[in-house]
């Protein structure tokens, strides 16, 4: 049975699923797409747009990976105070 969302174990979890994505962002084909691009493909104001737009891209997909990893961490510490306010069984 999966742990509560809100338990020291369910944000742990949760931490772990954002990580994942984060390396699936990591990995994605569109981070490097613009190398595949540009002056070397074709000259012009429209490659270079299309350059332009691939980096911002990239740059957004670089973003939220570093975005999942900022609020995954902040779960694993929500989950160790948690864990620090349960008391111990003796």
Do not use: F
Request: with cysteine; proline share 7%; hydrophobic share 45%.
């Amino acid at each position: 049975m999966p742990a509560a969302p809100d338990t020291p174990d369910g944000l742990r979890s949760r931490a772990a699923a954002l990580r994942k994505v984060a390396l699936v962002l990591d990995a994605a084909r569109i981070r490097s797409l613009y190398q595949r691009s540009g002056v070397d493909v074709w000259v012009g104001p429209t490659p270079s747009r299309c350059l332009d737009e691939m980096l911002t891209h990239r740059n957004s997909v670089a973003r939220a990976a570093d975005d999942l990893r900022r609020v995954a961490k902040r779960l694993d510490e929500q989950a160790n105070q948690a864990s620090a306010a349960i008391p111990k069984a003796i």
